[in-house]
């Protein structure tokens, strides 16, 4: 788990100051050791965090015996020791105990070939000096990230954005980005914010030469297709039991300390459960906790802990550090944040870096079983058609915020765009509302997907939800667990995204997939039947925040709310539309029902700010 | 290869689609439309007997592709022609227009029908995409590409040393608020600020226009051109460096389009059809409709505009070479069709 940083230069050397600038920009990512390789135009740079194997022989970049290949690498083979007889048969000698040898050797041996074998999370760059190739490739889930600019320098590429700006890569905003960053929340795809900067997208990999001029992009993981080659499965819930066992006792491999993000929910209680009944000793969970009741589940965390003698940890973010580590996340994380829970991740993780190096998470439950209960509207027919009666009904009659959303969302009366648009806060009549009326509302990607989800799942409109959230919503979770949990050098691993696990999981039947209760059907009636009732029949509480009122109350916060007509950002489209005075004014009124437009500008806005406007605190 | 287009053939607009269609699919189309004439019950019976002649293709080989323009009348026609796939154009922002009373009750009905059937929806600009997605249309069958403009005939000169002058190229009918410029310019000339203008076409509200020009003595600098042939319209925009539009409502516009091809600074209303294309004050200038004042103002701010106004005209030929090059459009455009005919 680390960071890797690179490029391949047009015309001029590789700069070693510019490499270790770009590099050293990521240091949170791995503060363990730093070190690079440069020849001719080419430069390779890591920072290390070390999980597996702590020796020094064991730091990167990773140079074959040969001197032909050279490896940066972000992330954990999980299965790399089932590797060692096949390649010391195939004559590969290996001088340490590191996944990240074992990967050298494998794409030596098979090249890309191999990554269909390998189960982890992974971000790396592989150099083929003779042929003077350059392959860089992305996990299946994007659990780890890789952002690239190809530009008239040359190629860059990093695991965060900011390394690319420390490579002197244009800091500017692509404001085509911005319809979908504002209707939508995030930019999907190989897009981001910022112009001539993109990601890397999870599944694909990336073959350079010359420099970047000849660049060839391949999908090496297509969940469509491998669901469709899964072998049936007989026994779903033994089935799945037995596979999330497995991907925790994998997820448990480490030379360092291993901890838990325990809410208090079915997710994270499933992960420590099952860490418990294998076995697994010196337990530990860090908890968030909230002296807001309704928000709080950890009594919860603590009473599960203490029955499976794990050591508990539960913080409570005050209102003044909570706006502090929120800032600072938005630096963190460079795209701007969307889900708002990015300061309690950080300030949890810097936290746990006391005793561990490793968390695991319940990340990714949710998109892959069907947990969310936004997605319950189109879980069955009859219940969308009633619901699509609220149409009907007056809004004087609606009191309930989620009611009065519900009636926005439904209006729009087409169920793709409904699905396209389900996790979001604004619809086409908020657009209407707020005079956005020459967006483009279908970015590519995005309908791409959701045509391949139908594919996949012609019949049933909720799995093509999921379908679409586990290419989309999921890779915003991952990029925020990433870059908190790093920020503070901390691995966060995921074992609900096992590949084994989300595969077999997508290639069940439909009757596994319902938001009845809690949903997550599957996990419910699997490991969930082991939990104390208290868990599992809990309400859902989802890591919330009230930023209205923290918005209104906190001073800092506060003061920014004031100046937000001020903000450089809307002269940008669409925000340029907005009647931003007017919205402050309305949502000083009635915080509740401006809630959902203030929310996204005010974040975009800091956002902003902190990334273009001189008074940041990035300067 | 039989495809049939399904629209006003006489239109610039529908021209400029079957041309680009013909010449990239290398196909001659065959087209129907709606008989023109001015007694209602006349028309009303030729429509039923260009019905009738659609209902007739189903009794012969069906069509390989049927192209029709607006949603809520060949659109929805296109639905009882014999064909394998079917491609709609939407108009304007929506085409159920007027949007209250039985009529809009009653198109909306048809463009859902229409969109729903059909195998791709055809939006020339994202503004068009709001209706498209109200009226059921599956985001997948939706394109969004204008036609674009052949370059080929605009060119940008540099006309920094010309007198100040602008252009005027939408006929004279109300709703494109001619009147509102001629008050303007009136306002400038009381504030002692010159500028020329050429209004081109012809339409029924030529002789208000003419006696408010005539009113104000604005005869030297509002010069009423008529009729101007396509093929002159840009040496005529050659000598503007300024290109007015003030409608009260707008649809994507290929007058905007050759004006940003031609280096004429737009000031055009403030519509979402134009916030699309124009930024105020940084590529253009827009106005509300119907505020000769405000008109006034922006034109007096752009004459002082310099370097910005330099920036934007290279700018927007930039946009426009780029985005809306009709070549290249046109290509994609009937690249598209030629999949969606492959894929049955």
């Given at each position: 788990m680390c960071g890797i940083v690179g490029f391949w230069n047009k015309e001029l050397p590789a700069s070693e100051s510019t490499l270790i600038t770009m590099r050293e920009s990521l240091i949170h990512r791995g503060p363990d050791a730093g070190s690079h390789w440069a020849e001719g135009k080419i430069g390779l740079g890591h920072r290390r965090l070390s999980i597996l194997d702590l020796s020094e022989g064991a730091n990167q970049p990773f140079e074959s015996p040969c001197g032909n290949y050279i490896l940066v690498f972000n992330g954990e083979i999980f299965n790399y020791k089932t590797f060692y007889p096949e390649l010391k048969n195939k004559g590969y000698h290996f001088k340490t105990t590191s996944d990240t040898e074992v990967l050298l050797y494998l794409l030596m041996e098979y090249g890309t070939g191999c990554l269909s074998r390998l189960n982890g999370f992974f971000a790396f760059s592989f150099l083929d000096k003779r042929n003077q190739e350059m392959i860089l490739v992305r996990d299946r889930f994007g659990v780890k990230p890789l952002f690239y600019s190809n530009n008239h320098r040359g190629f860059y590429f990093a695991s965060e954005i900011k390394a690319l700006w420390a490579g002197e890569v244009a800091k500017e905003i692509q404001e085509s980005q911005l319809d979908e960053l504002f209707l939508y929340r995030y930019t999907s795809?190989?897009?981001?914010?910022?112009?001539n900067i993109y990601r890397l997208l999870p599944g694909y990999l990336i073959r350079l030469k010359e420099s970047g001029n000849q660049m060839h992009s391949e999908r090496w993981f297509h969940l469509g297709n491998e669901i469709a080659a899964q072998n049936p499965i007989s026994n779903p819930y033994q089935w799945f039991e037995e596979t999330f066992h497995d991907s925790i006792r994998l997820r448990m491999i480490s030379d360092v300390p291993v901890g838990t993000l325990l809410s208090g929910g079915l997710d994270s209680s499933s992960t420590l459960y099952s860490q418990a009944s294998q076995g697994f000793e010196e337990l530990s969970a860090w908890n968030i906790s909230f002296s807001n009741k309704e928000h709080d589940e950890s009594h919860l965390a603590r009473k599960l802990s203490k029955e499976l003698g794990a050591n508990f940890h539960s913080y409570e973010f005050d209102r003044e550090q909570l706006v502090d580590l929120t800032t600072r996340s938005i630096f963190q994380h460079d795209e701007p944040i969307m889900h708002f829970s990015d300061g309690h991740l950080l300030g949890i993780s810097e936290k746990a870096k006391s005793e561990v190096k490793v968390l695991l998470s319940g990340e990714g439950a949710d998109e892959i079983l069907g947990g969310y209960v936004r997605y319950k509207v189109h879980d069955n027919e009859l219940r969308y058609n009633l619901l699509n009666l609220i149409q009907f009904v007056p809004d004087k009659w609606l009191k309930n915020d989620r009611m009065r959303k519900m009636k926005r969302y439904l209006g729009m009366g087409n169920r793709e765009a409904e699905i396209l648009m389900n996790s979001n806060e604004l619809y086409l009549a908020d657009l209407k509302k707020l005079g956005v009326?020459?967006?483009?509302?279908?970015?590519d990607f995005r309908v791409r997907i959701l045509e391949e989800a139908k594919k996949v799942y012609p019949k049933n409109r909720l799995r093509q939800l999921l379908y679409l959230e586990q290419h989309t919503h999921l890779y915003t979770l991952n990029d925020r667990n990433d870059r908190t949990t790093m920020g503070a050098s901390i691995e966060c691993r995921d074992p609900f995204l096992d590949p084994n696990l989300v595969v077999g999981v997508g290639s069940?039947?439909?009757?596994?997939f319902h938001i009845k209760g809690k949903g997550k059907d599957l996990l419910m009636n699997s490991i969930g039947k082991k939990l104390p009732d208290y868990i599992t029949q809990h309400r859902k509480v989802g890591l919330s925040v009230p930023w209205d009122e923290l918005i209104l109350q906190n001073p800092l916060l506060r003061e920014q709310l004031e100046n937000l007509p001020h903000s450089e950002l809307f002269s940008y489209r669409p925000y340029c539309y907005l009647d931003v005075k007017g919205i402050v004014e309305n949502f000083k009124k009635d915080p509740k029902l401006y809630y959902p437009t203030i929310r996204q500008i005010f974040f975009t806005a800091l956002w902003f700010q902190t990334k273009f406007e001189p008074s940041s605190i990035e300067n | 290869m039989r495809i049939l287009f399904l629209g006003e053939t006489y239109r610039a607009d529908a021209i400029s689609w079957m041309k680009g269609v013909e010449a990239n699919l290398g196909v001659k189309l065959e087209t129907r439309e709606l008989p023109k004439g001015n007694s209602r019950v006349l028309r009303m019976i030729a429509a039923f007997g260009f019905f009738g002649k659609l209902l007739l293709t189903r009794f012969s080989k069906p069509y390989d592709l049927v192209l029709a323009e607006r949603a809520t009348s060949y659109g929805f026609f296109a639905l009882f022609v014999h064909t394998k796939k079917r491609v709609v154009a939407q108009q304007g922002i929506t085409d159920v227009y007027p949007e209250g009373g039985f009529s809009g009750f009653y198109k909306s009905f048809l463009q859902r029908f229409a969109y729903k059937k059909a195998d791709l929806v055809h939006a020339?600009?994202?503004?068009?995409t709001y209706a498209m997605l109200e009226s059921g249309a599956s985001p997948y069958k939706i394109m969004v590409l204008p036609k674009g403009i052949d370059l080929s005939r605009y060119r940008c000169p540099?006309?920094?040393?010309?007198?100040p002058s602008f252009i005027v190229t939408r006929s004279l009918y109300d709703l494109y608020r001619h009147i509102d410029i001629v008050e303007a310019v009136k306002i400038l000339q009381d504030r002692y600020i010159y500028i020329k203008g050429y209004m081109v076409g012809d339409g029924p509200e030529k002789p208000e226009v003419q006696s408010l020009i005539h009113k104000y003595q604005l005869q030297d600098r509002l010069i009423l051109k008529g009729h101007v042939p396509n093929d002159q319209l840009p040496e005529l925009m050659d000598l503007c460096r300024y290109y007015i539009a003030v409608p009260t409502t707008e649809g994507v516009s290929s007058s905007l389009f050759e004006a940003m091809a031609s280096g004429c600074y737009p000031i055009v209303t403030d519509l979402p059809a134009n916030q699309a294309f124009i930024k105020n004050g940084k590529n253009g200038h827009l106005v509300a409709p119907c505020q000769p004042t405000e008109l006034a103002d922006a034109i007096e701010s752009v004459l002082k505009g310099g370097n910005q106004v330099d920036e934007a005209l290279e700018e927007n030929r930039r946009y426009i070479e780029l985005h809306v090059d009709y070549k290249k459009n046109m290509k994609i455009i009937s690249d598209k069709y030629r999949t969606l005919m492959q894929n049955n």
């Open positions: 795809g190989e897009n981001t914010v910022f112009k009326l020459s967006s483009n509302l279908l970015p069940l039947p439909d009757k596994y | 020339w600009g994202n503004v068009m540099d006309k920094k040393d010309l007198s």
